[in-house]
């Protein structure tokens, strides 16, 4: 049985905390798709930690986490991060498991990453510049090195030949910055992968799910990030949605059973693209700074709005979420008033679908209001003890979007959740 947990809007829902708490009942966490562009937060022993590739299970020694073929692969940031959760206690080599099929990321392709934003200009994406659109491209162009490559004498043929083409791409963009001592550390992380567990990924998973095991697909990014169904061109380049599991990790549609689908209680967006709920105003500021609403994997400051309900329900269609889960309910705290974004006004007439396009087109959000619970919510621990203030608000968009909210997260920590 795999479940999975994905986010609904633009990413950053708050996955790596959710996915920390549920991890004791799973045998098996896995990421099926992006890459180090992802930054997912969790608290050990009261430690923040930002974890970027490896899944968000890799605290709990006895669990099993797997990067699986769906996911790009930067090695250099992988090596980082294995220190990094080392110095927890943590054995990847025990319970860190890595596709032969996962795609690499290299050099080049964070260097062509950088020169087609520059091409850009204004219109650009606004890339995390990890290299994850190159990456994907040469995939699905078929020119991707993969990890089981880095077992076979003729890597590096391989890699000089991949290199020699993306220096005529960059030779194009008229891209110059030496990356020398970024392929040097590049080489000498390709090292350290060959010395953790690369595996034939799809008869393991397989092969664990028919002995019973469980197994939690986790999404990186969000499902408006969407390669096929975001807002394009500004998403992410690839699938997040519950679809992306099947292909991510070679397990079959049967196979998947709950879709916790993340939102926060408000919404986020970092980057460039369309934000039809975004504020620009002081309420959007507040929702920043309360919120700490700053890039996980940049730094960069998240734009901040209300609640997009549009947006929330076309998500929860295209992923078939069997549970929703709010994170960051007690941002919202000190709000007197909260407004959710119930249509699109688009030309002066009413939507309530997800258009085609969303760049470039004047979309006025149709606010229904609420009253704010004015309460500190985060020593809640049950759902009896929420304020009505908040059921009412969660009632309203449980029917908007036609799937139920099972869980609220009142704060980062573990234990800060309500179960509904
Ligand atoms: P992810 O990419 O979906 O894993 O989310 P990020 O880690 O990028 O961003 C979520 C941020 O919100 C992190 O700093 C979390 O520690 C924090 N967070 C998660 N859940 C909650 C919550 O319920 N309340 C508050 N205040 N912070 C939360
Ligand atoms: P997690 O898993 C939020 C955004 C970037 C940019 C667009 C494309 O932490 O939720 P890319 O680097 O993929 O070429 O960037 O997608 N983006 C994210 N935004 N959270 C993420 O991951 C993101 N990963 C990519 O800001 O707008
Ligand atoms: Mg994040």
Redesign the pocket.
């Given at each position: 049985m795999v479940d999975v947990l994905l986010?609904l809007q633009?990413?950053?829902?708050g996955?790596g905390k959710i996915v920390d708490y549920f991890a004791p009942k799973y045998d098996i966490i896995a990421r099926f798709q992006?890459g180090p562009?992802?930054?997912?937060t969790l608290y050990v022993n009261g430690q923040k930690m930002v974890l970027h590739q490896i899944p968000s299970g890799i605290f709990h020694q006895h669990i099993i986490n797997i990067i699986g073929n769906g996911v790009v692969l930067d090695p250099v940031t992988l090596k980082r991060e294995c220190d990094a959760v080392a110095a927890y206690g943590i054995d990847v080599r025990k319970n860190l498991f890595i596709s032969q099929r996962t795609n690499l990321i290299v050099p080049t392709h964070r260097a062509l990453?950088k020169a087609s934003e520059l091409q850009k200009g204004d219109a650009k994406?606004?890339?995390?510049?990890?290299g994850?659109?190159p990456a994907y491209m040469d995939k699905t162009g078929r020119n991707a090195l993969r990890v089981g490559d880095i077992l076979s004498p003729s890597f590096d043929a391989q890699y000089k030949e991949l290199r020699t083409k993306h220096q005529t791409l960059l030779n194009n963009f008229n891209f110059t910055e030496d990356i020398s001592a970024a392929e040097q550390e590049f080489f000498d992380a390709i090292e350290f992968l060959r010395t953790l567990n690369i595996i034939n990924c799809e008869y393991f998973i397989n092969k664990s799910l028919a002995e019973g095991k469980k197994v939690l697909a986790e999404g990186?990014?969000?499902s408006m990030?969407d390669i096929d169904f975001g807002t394009f061109p500004?998403?992410?380049?690839s699938n997040t949605i519950s679809a992306g599991v099947c292909t991510g990790l070679g397990v079959s549609p049967k196979q998947i059973n709950e879709v916790l689908g993340v939102t926060k209680a408000y919404c986020t967006r970092?980057?460039?693209?369309p934000f039809p709920t975004e504020l620009n105003d002081a309420t959007g500021e507040e929702l920043r700074r309360i919120g700490s609403e700053f890039?996980?994997?940049t730094g960069r400051p998240r734009r901040c709005g209300w609640i997009d309900l549009v947006a929330l329900k076309f998500a929860c269609m295209i992923n078939g979420v069997t549970q929703l889960i709010m994170t960051k309910a007690d941002v919202l705290d000190s709000f007197e008033t909260l407004n959710v974004c119930t249509a699109y006004k688009i030309n002066g007439q009413e939507h309530t679908e997800v258009p085609f396009q969303m760049s470039g087109v004047d979309i006025d959000p149709v606010w229904k209001s609420f009253s704010g619970w004015k309460i500190d919510s985060t020593s809640i621990k049950d759902a009896g003890s929420l304020p009505e203030t908040m059921t009412t608000y969660i009632d309203f968009i449980n029917k908007y979007v036609g799937a139920p909210v099972k869980y609220v997260s009142n704060g980062p920590g573990r234990e800060q959740i309500v179960a509904i």
């Open positions: 986010g633009w990413g950053d829902e996955k992006g562009n992802a930054g997912h990453d994406i606004g890339s995390t510049l990890k994850i659109g990186a990014q969000g990030l500004f998403v992410t380049s970092v980057g460039g693209g890039g996980a994997t």
